[in-house]
């Protein structure tokens, strides 16, 4: 079909003649040729079927001739843009197929080839194309085309393509040469169709593009069709001003007030519904202007004009005005503003540029603005940079200019100069282009219309609002910081009240130091690089303040106009500020109360933390601040202030500042002393505040007024008292008070509350009154009362009001005026006692006492001060008596208490009697003769004295557990008298206190009863029974009488009054076999460091009393229920099943632990009991201690040895022990290593006790030994024996975490592998109690390190392999002569290279060697390296990286020249550098350098001949060894491999024959032993054996025998059996008869045909099949073919009497024999011993029982005797 051009039809016509001349398409031709093509494919049956579709087509183009178009027209008749509109063509001869129509702009003529359609849903030639003109009523004589939709309002003609004409019908065109999609061609084609043909010739212009050019569509004109849409017309191009109001007027048809419009970018398209249509951000909606976005202006119902009015676009550029026709959707999406009705070209400033400008503060400037339509009549604005364009007014920074027109310029440039700016900064420029002289003249004046931005326009010079604050008085430097600063810029420093620009402006303030003014150019410049009118900064230096006022800095930029009168000086750059403080601090204080001290500022001033302070005496400065030693505050400036707590005071520091800065303060402020103190003031830190000078300022004065202190005052106890002050100024008899406190170290005035008010009658708080002193002087008087005891009291002084407010507290009364001594007897009425046998001390406590005085002792009926009688109850101690014979005691000043009270001792000497006395004091003051010599001067009663106690001292013993008796015997005894033990020790006597001497479980113990002694007359018992002593030990018996109105015994809910317990009445033993159970490390004389428990162990330390006896004990995770006392049957069971245990015991808790000594105890003391534990997980995480008791396994026949005796035990602490069982480490075979062992925080357990054990791997740590690879530790050689050393170091920081670390230094291994390690901490002598695996040691190096063989031959290359563990490239190997060590230092040592590549290898020797001679295989890169040296004695290797490593196997290469015996030595590289001698410590074994020799060997010959004759023998052959390999030939054969056996003599032996068998003795008796003889041929005395069976039973058949021996005894042959040995065997225990059955061990077995029985065979046949042995009953198969039955009689009388006495005599004592008899000896032994030890006990409890006296005994006695 592609070369179909013309062709022939041959068709029959009607009428005749031919068809008239067709001109056919030429897409008709190639279509009918593809159906052609298709339909002829499918065979003769389409023929019909093609034949009359070619007809129709052919007559259809043949007879239709070119379509023509009468008329066209729309419907419907009403159409807007956008809106779906039908066109009907009516004409003739169209293809409603392909014919095609297309709308064109009104005046352009149809079939032109520029004709463009309007824009729509159909906007090209391509659209229409596609376009179906065959709707509803479409006909040849119709077009009927739907779905048209135009965007753009107009006229638009209605074009029609005749898709099938050939050519043009009109107007005529001139000839021209045909288009490039036609062609001229003549062609002939026949068709064959069926049996008809047609032949038709045809020659035209063929066109090849249908209806796909605007040229197409020629038929129609606007006079036969047009379509009109309504809507608004294209405006046209609109010259609008930027930020100008605008209006919009667009005409068109149809109009409504619902249409819409938007205004969009330059690249918007308004045809294309899928752009964006939002209205531009140029638009401004900002007042006065509106956003066209609403209901246009004007006549609502115009439909020919509408209009948008106070439009602004605010950046020039270029715009689209997009409609929405008020049809069309709702106007309120991008798709509904379709229609392209004007474009808007806004001149102003450069669009998208921002065009920055720069000036100068103070200096003229010009800015210069680029853009289009630029003109005289714009105008700017400048504003601030927070600001916006349109919204606010010109800035004040604005000096001069920026008002009016341009200074110049044309329409792309303006400029506007003269533009003078006050201060620095950045600024924005806004553009105005609306102003017009004659249309808007007030146009460009609100800040509305300037609404177009410029850019930025950046103002250089000082930066303004400066703030300095510098000190009076000092001179600053002034600095001006910016940019464009220039040399000559100037400035003047005026009072802040006055303007800058002003007259006033050019002259400085008086408040600054004429000398210092700044008049000239600035001292100093920044940037001096830079130009001189641009610098960063300017300063003036030295300038002086001499006047506490503000003020103002006046700019003057670049000496303009000569800087010379004040209007040049317009620039305000800030204030000055001078730093000080006004003299305004005028403080009355109170010495000793803390006051606030504030300083305010001179108004215009502000404060600074950095100021200082100094409080100076009056004294001192005379008033005047800067003066000589004023840099330090007076003394009496406290540090610290205790107000209630202490606190340091600020004096000396910064003060705290409020937060305006205009006040400052120093709380608290202390001045301890009265006067008047400047307050003298450093401003703001300078100079360092450190000189006099510095503190030149006075900002007020303290005031201080206190009461006179440190005064004394003395009175007599129980005499009226009163005080008197000094009435100075500032105190006030109306509101001052005075309190008097306890006199005790460390008390203060002002800090300790005030004494009980009952101490004096008129209390310890009160006012007082005025009044004068002897001299006259006003005084303050107050009186105290009447004292009621002697003491020492602190006057405290309160001053001011607050003194007898609600509020008045303690501290208040903070001025200490002085001291108040009361003086005399403290105790009057005590009452004081002392024992018999002890010595008798009084303390008496008083104030005021005299070394003098004296104390008497009176009978109680006597008064003091009178004439009684003088008494006295002992006869030692110090003798004073006085003229008349009485006898004195004087007393001894012992302590003065933190009261002041003074205690003095009199010593009354050792009471020897009982009773009662008055003590009676002299005061040698009060004396009437200066001295204590008569009995009237003791007139000051002191107490009473009571002597109390025992007579004797008693000795008792009792054992632990059981109740104990007391007796105490005296003269006087009381029912509330009370006894307590004391623990027996070193410098413990009756009546210390020291609560950890008495014991816990007992309290003061009550007497039982008092009675009459029965044993001494006049005396009275007092006994006291102990209902259980609960720990071993000696004891005092210690004795407290009660005395009524004295001291009690005991203080319910208190400890005893141990003090009280003085007097000793016995001693006690109680018996026991511990003495106490302390944590390890804590008793005297045990182990010296703490062994703290962990999860697996406790241990504690027992003090033995008891020898030979073993220690257990028991560690539970909680205490015993209260007052729960362990029993030893409790500790027994603790670990048993609770279900066996009784009710007691169940309340014992569960045991974690039990520990038991190995051995016994030899020694009394403290020794080591250790408790393995095993605590559950769960256990593990809520124990907190364990509780321990123990007991003596041996000595506790009561069950009640426990110790601790009470229902805690030993509480030991838990720590966390080892961190885990599991660590792991890696060493280096011969590599010294540290092994560290990791422990809890808490495990503090020193390095006395840790050691450590290394097994081999798999092994139990308490069974393996120490793995003998090991060097560094040495165990003893028992699975369980302690190792050496101890840790080198316990590190209590390590670099893991928290915790603690054990280290063993100095350990090496001497093979590779894995090994346990083995952890002890606890030790019996040299066993450790229990060895635990704590982790495994990785060994890395070569297995069968020093045992490895290596060979080579000279001069080639051969590998030396290492295997092992942990192998890797670094490893170095060394080669070295035989017999030296491998870490010989030799000359020619080279370490590794450290660099690879290529890997290190063998080091060359020393010398170098010459170069590889040719042939000999090295290369410069080859890990074969060739030794060069003549001898094998003088050199040394060194390796480089191995040749290949994987962990497990490594090797290298070597070549070595010289023959010779060498050591082969290993570095681990994983460990060391390698690179020194000393590194190789591991010898791998020997090197051979040998030419190669096998190893040759002899032929076998025979040792040993064959063992046996027959039934498989063993003979023994052996070979020697000629020629020993070597230089790696065959490997010679090991010493065993020199030797083997061989099996001879195969042949089945002949089975034994057997004869005749008899016994010895012939008389066989039951239970008695006999042999048995047999004899015979091939017989085998060391294998086979006999039994005896039943009589009625067959050899082989039964398992069941009496009796059986073996046959080799003494004598026996192969011809002689000798069975058993006649002494235990062979024995028959009843009589009877029995049958001989022999097994013939070396005889072959078969089985029988029917596999019921054995069967012997001694016939060679039988080859192959050995002696079967005697194993098994059925093997006895044989029996004597003379003498096979045995008779038995009766055993004889002594054995039926007694077996065991018939064995004996027949065979001696077996071996349970004698075990039994030494057994019974053994018992009988100790029997006697416990008898022996009991009635001796006994024998000598009776002699104590005598010694103390048994009150029943001699109750009875007496009874009897009355």
Same mark, same amino acid.
């Given at each position: ?16 003649g031919g ?9 008709a ?20 079927f ?9 007559? #259809?183009a ?5 379509a ?28 409603t197929?392909?014919?095609?129509i297309?709308?064109?702009p009104?005046g ?17 030639v ?10 509803p009523g479409s006909?040849?004589t ?11 309002a107009?006229?638009w003609?209605v ?10 019908p ?7 040469p ?7 061609? $003549? ?9 008809t ?13 249908p ?9 129609g ?11 608004a ?6 010259q609008?001003?930027?930020?100008t ?20 970018g ?19 909606? #900002?007042?006065? %202007? +509106? ?11 115009? $439909? ?41 070209v ?52 604005v ?7 341009r ?10 100069g003269?533009?003078?700016m006050?201060r620095?900064?950045?600024f ?10 004659g ?35 000092v ?9 464009g ?30 000398s ?10 920044g ?25 103002r800095?006046c ?8 800087c ?12 000055i ?85 205009s ?12 006067? #008047?103190?400047?307050?003298c ?30 005064q ?11 005080v ?36 004096f ?8 009154y ?5 001299r ?20 405290? %002084?309160?001053?001011?009001p ?28 005590? %009452? ?31 008064g ?21 014979g ?45 001295s204590c ?5 003791f007139?000051?009663p002191?107490g ?17 557990? $059981? ?22 020790g ?32 006049d ?12 720990e071993?030990?000696?004891y005092?018996?210690?004795y ?11 203080i319910?809910?208190?400890?005893p009054? %141990?003090?009280?317990?003085?007097h ?24 010296d ?11 504690v ?8 006896t ?7 995770? #909680? ?19 609770? +279900? ?32 393995p ?23 506790c ?23 885990t069982h ?21 495990f ?42 101890a840790p ?10 928290s ?9 090496? +291994? ?19 109690v ?39 490239s ?12 491998c870490?010989?230092? +030799?000359?020619?040592?080279?370490g ?78 994983? $460990? ?19 030419p ?8 076998w010959?025979?040792?040993?001949e064959?063992d ?22 065959t ?33 066989l ?26 009589e ?5 058949e039964?398992?069941?025998?009496h ?16 069975? &058993? ?6 024995r ?13 061990a ?24 050995? &002696? ?5 009953p ?8 003379e ?9 004889p ?44 006990r006994?024998?000598?409890e ?21």
């Amino acid at each position: 079909a592609e070369t179909v051009h013309s062709f022939t039809w041959r068709l029959p016509w009607e009428g005749g003649g031919g068809p008239p001349k067709a001109a056919l398409s030429i897409e008709a031709l190639r279509a009918l040729r593809v159906r052609s093509a298709c339909l002829r494919g499918r065979g003769g049956a389409m023929q019909g079927f093609f034949a009359a579709a070619l007809i129709s087509e052919v007559l #259809r183009a043949a007879l239709g001739g070119d379509a023509s178009v009468d008329y066209s027209f729309a419907s419907p008749s009403s159409i807007r843009t956008g809106d779906t509109f039908n066109v009907e063509v009516v004409g003739a001869a169209f293809d409603t197929t392909n014919d095609k129509i297309m709308l064109i702009p009104p005046g352009r003529s149809c079939g032109e080839a520029d004709n463009v359609p309007p824009r729509g849903l159909q906007s090209d030639v391509s659209d229409y194309h596609d376009l179906v003109c065959n709707g509803p009523g479409s006909a040849a004589t119709k077009l009927v085309c739907r779905g048209l939709s135009v965007y753009q309002a107009g006229l638009w003609t209605v074009c029609v393509c005749d898709a099938d004409a050939m050519h043009r019908p009109q107007p005529p065109q001139p000839p021209s040469p045909p288009p490039d999609d036609t062609t001229t061609t $003549e062609a002939n084609e026949s068709i064959s169709l069926s049996d008809t043909t047609v032949t038709t010739t045809v020659t035209k212009t063929v066109t090849m593009s249908p209806c796909i050019s605007a040229s197409r569509f020629w038929l129609g004109s606007d006079i036969k069709g047009t379509v009109n849409i309504d809507g608004a017309w294209y405006a046209g191009i609109q010259q609008w001003r930027a930020g100008t109001a605008e209006t919009l007027r667009l005409q068109g048809t149809r109009l409504s007030r619902n249409d819409r419009i938007r205004i969009v970018g330059e690249g918007i398209d308004c045809y294309d519904p899928s752009q964006s249509k939002t209205m531009h951000a140029a638009v401004t909606d #900002r007042y006065p %202007y +509106m956003l066209p976005n609403g209901e246009r202006y004007g006549s609502p119902n115009s $439909e020919t004009d509408e209009t948008w009015e106070d439009i602004a676009i605010v950046v020039p550029g270029t715009y689209q005005v997009c409609w929405c026709a008020a049809n069309f959707g709702g106007c309120d999406s991008d798709e509904d503003f379709l229609t392209h009705v004007a474009t808007i070209v806004v001149s102003g400033p450069t669009p998208g540029t921002m065009q920055d400008n720069k000036c100068v503060t103070g200096v003229v400037c010009t800015l210069q603005i680029a853009g289009s339509g630029l003109n005289n009549n714009d105008r700017i604005r400048i504003i601030s940079d927070w600001q916006e364009c349109g919204w606010s007014g010109q800035t004040n920074a604005v000096v001069q200019g920026a008002d009016g027109p341009r200074s110049s310029g044309s329409e792309s440039l303006s400029r506007f100069g003269g533009i003078i700016m006050g201060r620095q900064g950045t600024f924005k420029t806004c553009w105005c282009g609306s102003y017009d002289p004659g249309a808007c003249p007030t146009c460009c004046t609100q800040a509305q219309d300037f609404n177009v931005f410029i850019g930025n326009l950046t103002v250089g010079g000082p930066l303004q609002g400066q703030i300095d604050r510098p000190p009076i008085g000092v001179p600053f430097t002034y600095t001006v910081q910016g940019w464009g600063l220039s040399d000559v810029d100037r400035i003047r420093i005026v009072d802040k009240l006055v303007l800058c620009a002003t007259d006033e402006a050019n002259v400085h303030s008086s408040g600054i130091e004429a000398s210092t003014v700044p008049n000239g150019p600035p001292t100093a410049v920044g940037a001096p690089g830079t130009e001189s009118t641009n610098r960063t900064f300017i300063s003036w230096s030295s300038i002086v303040i001499r006047e506490m006022r503000e003020f103002r800095v006046c700019w003057c930029a670049r000496f303009y106009g000569g800087c010379s009168e004040g209007s040049h000086f317009s620039l305000d750059l800030g204030v000055i500020n001078p730093r000080g403080a006004s003299n305004s601090t005028y403080i009355q204080a109170v010495p000793g109360r803390p006051f606030t001290l504030q300083v305010d500022a001179q108004p215009g001033s502000m404060l600074s933390p950095l100021d200082r302070i100094r409080i100076v005496d009056q004294q001192l400065s005379r008033g005047v601040c800067g003066a000589f030693g004023t840099a330090e505050h007076a003394p009496a400036v406290s540090d610290t202030s205790c107000w209630p707590t202490c606190q340091p005071t600020p004096v000396w520091g910064e003060p705290v500042v409020n937060p305006g800065n205009s006040s400052e303060y120093w709380d608290p402020v202390l001045i301890m002393g009265s006067g #008047r103190y400047d307050i003298c003031w450093c401003n703001s830190g300078q100079g360092g505040c450190d000189s006099d000078q510095d503190f030149a300022f006075k900002v007020g004065e303290v005031t201080a007024n206190g009461v006179t202190i440190n005064q004394q005052w003395h009175c007599a106890a129980y005499m009226p008292c009163y005080v008197e002050v000094p009435l100075t100024a500032g105190l006030s008899t109306d509101a001052d008070m005075l309190q008097l406190i306890l006199a005790a170290p460390g008390e203060k005035c002002g800090a300790a509350p005030r004494a009980s008010a009952t101490s004096f009658t008129r209390g310890t708080r009160l006012s007082g009154y005025e009044g004068s002193d002897s001299r006259g002087d006003p005084t303050m008087i107050f009186e105290l009362g009447t004292p009621k005891a002697p003491g020492i009291f602190f006057a405290c %002084y309160c001053q001011g009001p607050v003194c007898k407010s609600q509020s008045v507290h303690d501290r208040d009364f903070f001025q200490k005026a002085g001291q108040v001594t009361v003086m005399g007897l403290q105790g009057r009425d005590d %009452y004081h006692k002392c024992y018999l046998r002890g010595s008798c001390r009084l303390n008496i406590q008083g104030a005021g006492l005299d070394s003098q005085d004296a104390m008497m002792l009176f009978d109680i009926q006597d008064g003091c001060g009178q004439q009684g009688s003088p008494a006295s109850f002992s006869v030692d101690g110090p003798a004073y008596f006085t003229s008349s014979g009485d006898r004195l005691f004087v007393g001894t000043l012992a302590a003065t208490s933190s009261q002041g009270l003074e205690s003095w001792i009199f010593e009354l000497g050792t009471p020897i009697r009982t009773g009662r006395h008055r003590l009676c004091y002299c005061s040698r003051s009060r004396s009437m003769t200066g001295s204590c010599e008569h009995r009237a001067d003791f007139d000051q009663p002191a107490g009473e004295i009571f002597v109390r106690g025992s007579e004797f001292n008693a000795e008792i013993r009792c054992e632990q557990g $059981e109740p104990c008796q007391i007796t105490g015997r005296g003269r006087e005894f009381d029912m509330s008298d009370r006894i307590m033990l004391l623990k027996d020790g070193p410098n413990h006597t009756c009546g210390m206190v020291n609560n950890g001497a008495y014991p816990t479980w007992m309290s003061p113990a009550t007497p039982k009863k008092i009675q009459p002694d029965v044993i001494i007359p006049d005396l009275w018992a007092a006994q006291y029974t102990l209902s259980s002593v609960r720990e071993p030990g000696n004891y005092l018996v210690c004795y407290c009488a009660y005395i009524y109105g004295g001291k009690d015994c005991v203080i319910t809910g208190q400890d005893p009054p %141990y003090d009280q317990y003085g007097h000793q009445i016995g001693s006690l033993r109680v018996l026991g076999s511990i003495l106490a159970v302390r944590s390890v490390g804590l008793t005297p004389g045990g182990a010296d460091t703490p062994l703290p428990a962990a999860p697996y162990a406790a241990s504690v330390e027992v003090d033995a009393l008891m020898t030979f006896t073993k220690y257990t004990c028991v560690a539970t995770s #909680r205490a015993a229920p209260f007052g729960f006392i362990p029993q030893k049957s409790d500790l027994e069971n603790c670990s048993a099943d609770v +279900m066996l245990l009784d009710d007691r015991q169940k309340l014992f808790p569960r045991c974690w632990g039990i520990g038991a000594m190995p051995d016994q105890v030899t020694e009394l003391g403290p020794t080591m009991v250790h408790i393995p534990t095993f605590l559950t997980e769960d256990a593990l995480k809520t124990t907190v201690n364990f509780h321990v008791w123990c007991f003596g396994k041996d000595m506790c026949s009561n069950d009640r040895c426990v110790m601790p005796a009470d229902n805690i035990g030993v509480a030991v602490p838990l720590t966390g022990g080892l961190v885990t069982h599991t660590m792991t480490w890696a060493a280096t075979v011969a590599t010294e290593f540290s092994l560290r062992v990791r422990l809890a925080s808490d495990f503090d357990i020193g390095q006395e006790w840790p050691r450590i054990k290394i097994i081999a791997d798999g092994s139990e740590c308490d069974r393996a030994q120490l793995d003998s690879a090991v060097s560094g530790l040495s165990c003893i050689a028992s699975g369980v024996g302690k190792c050496e050393p101890a840790p080198g170091s316990a590190l209590s920081s390590v670099s893991w975490g928290s915790g603690r670390e054990l280290v063993w230094n100095g350990i090496k +291994m001497g093979k590779a592998g894995r090994f346990g390690v083995c952890y002890c901490d606890r030790h019996y002598a040299s066993t450790c109690v229990a060895w635990q695996h704590i982790g495994a040691l990785q060994v890395n190096g070569p297995n069968r390190a020093g045992m490895m063989r290596y060979s080579g031959n000279p001069g080639k290359p051969f590998d030396i392999v290492v295997e092992g563990i942990g192998l890797v490239s670094a490893d170095r190997i060394r080669i070295v002569p035989q017999g030296l060590p491998c870490n010989v230092e +030799m000359d020619g040592f080279e370490g590794t290279p450290p660099a690879p590549p290529p890997p290190p290898v063998l080091a060359a020797p020393s010398p170098p060697p010459s170069p590889p001679a040719a042939g000999d295989g090295s290369t410069g890169n080859s890990t074969v390296r060739r030794l060069q040296q003549d001898a094998a004695s003088t050199f040394q290797w060194v390796s480089g990286s191995a040749a290949s490593a994987n962990g497990s196997r490594e090797h290298w290469e070597v070549l070595v020249e010289p023959k010779g015996v060498y050591s082969v030595c290993w570095c681990g590289g994983g $460990e060391s550098s390698c690179d020194m001698p000393n590194d190789f410590q591991v010898r791998l074994g020997q090197l051979s350098v040998t030419p190669k020799i096998d190893c040759k060997v002899t032929d076998w010959w025979v040792v040993q001949e064959c063992d046996r004759e027959c039934g498989g023998g063993k003979v023994s052959l052996r070979r020697a060894i000629t020629t020993q390999a070597s230089g790696g030939g065959t490997a010679c054969p090991s010493e065993q491999e020199l030797y083997k056996v061989e099996n001879c003599n195969m042949k089945p032996c002949p089975l034994a024959r057997l004869d005749r068998a008899w016994t010895e003795p012939s008389g066989l008796r039951a239970g008695v032993a006999f042999q048995l003889h047999i004899e015979g041929e091939w017989l085998d005395p060391e294998n086979d054996r006999i039994v005896l069976i039943a009589e009625d039973k067959v050899c082989g058949e039964t398992a069941v025998h009496h009796g059986g021996a073996a046959c080799n005894q003494f004598g026996a042959l192969e011809q002689h059996l000798v069975c &058993g040995n006649g002494a235990s065997s062979i024995r028959v225990q009843h009589p009877g008869k029995y049958r001989v059955c022999v097994c013939d061990a070396s005889g072959a077995l078969l089985r029988s045909f029917d596999g019921s029985k054995n069967v012997t065979t001694g016939n060679y046949e039988a080859a192959g099949l050995y &002696g079967a042995g005697c194993a098994t009953p059925d093997l006895y198969v044989h029996q004597p073919e003379e003498g096979a039955v045995l008779t038995v009689g009766d055993p004889p009388v002594a054995v039926a009497a007694a077996s065991s006495s018939s064995e004996g005599a027949g065979e001696g004592l077996d071996d349970g024999a004698i075990i039994g008899i030494t057994t019974l000896v053994v018992i009988l032994v100790i029997a006697v011993g416990v008898f022996s030890f009991f009635w001796g006990r006994r024998w000598l409890e009776r002699r104590a029982a005598l010694k103390v006296m048994d009150e029943e005994m001699a109750r009875e006695k007496a009874a009897k005797e009355k």
